[in-house]
């Protein structure tokens, strides 16, 4: 009974759906967190999200180092290097969902390059303003830079106003102001969401 049902799991797994199976995650890969509703994840969805799709409010890259898998990002606590387990335990705790998105093949050779750039960030403080700048970033900053020099992804203009309704959110008119600044409307930059739609990326699954 025991060899039926072992080989009854080998032929039944390979057709189990893609979202029903945890990727393998690799080196390059970009890992997403989906987006909370309120607070500044929840303006970040309501200037970037798109209707019908999953939302994001974060980025990471993927890398290695001597004991295992790890992940290059940039957060609240700054640029930094995580393990994945720690990066996927934070996530869980705040009840968000990860997705591995991988550069399609014409992009990977930028792989190495990109991580040896990212190594090079870690330690500079997280961008708050969300202006361009080079001495702190944001995530999708932090990506975009990383691949840079292979032009992998792109700046465009920053919105900010509620794609719904096309109007300036309170949200940011006040948290500009605490800053003492305007709304960086159109200023050039990056996000999670955009990110992900990316033409060079495709979408892996769901790590559990």
């Known amino acids: 009974m025991r060899i039926l049902l072992l080989l009854l799991s080998l032929l039944i797994a390979p057709t189990l759906p893609a979202a029903a199976r945890t990727p393998h995650v690799q080196d390059g890969d970009l890992l997403f967190v989906t987006a909370a509703s309120t607070g ?5 969805n309501d200037a970037t999200g798109k209707r019908g799709k999953i939302s994001y409010d974060h980025v990471a890259l993927v ?3 001597a004991h295992g898998q790890i992940v290059l990002h940039a957060d609240e606590k700054g640029s930094r ?10 996530a869980g705790a705040k009840q968000r969902q990860v997705f591995v998105y991988r550069l399609k093949r014409g992009q990977r050779s930028a792989i190495p ?3 040896t750039r990212a190594r ?3 330690g500079k403080p997280y961008n708050f303003t969300y202006v361009q700048a080079e001495d702190s ?11 840079r020099a292979h032009h992998v992804f792109a700046l465009q203009p920053m919105n900010f106003k509620n794609t719904q309704t096309g ?11 605490s800053k003492g600044m305007d709304v960086p409307q159109d200023k050039p930059g990056t996000n999670p969401n955009d ?6 990326l495709e979408r892996v699954g769901q790590l559990k």
């Open 40 to 44: 500044l994840s929840g303006a970040i």
């Open 63 to 65: 890398a290695h180092d």
């Open 81 to 90: 290097q995580q393990t994945l387990a720690a990066f996927l335990g934070d």
């Open 113 to 115: 390059e990109a991580i």
């Open 120 to 122: 090079g960030m870690l």
């Open 137 to 147: 970033y944001y995530c999708s900053d932090f990506i975009e830079r990383a691949f």
């Open 167 to 177: 109007e300036m959110p309170r949200y940011w008119i006040d948290f500009y102001r």
């Open 195 to 200: 990110m992900s739609a990316s033409p060079v």
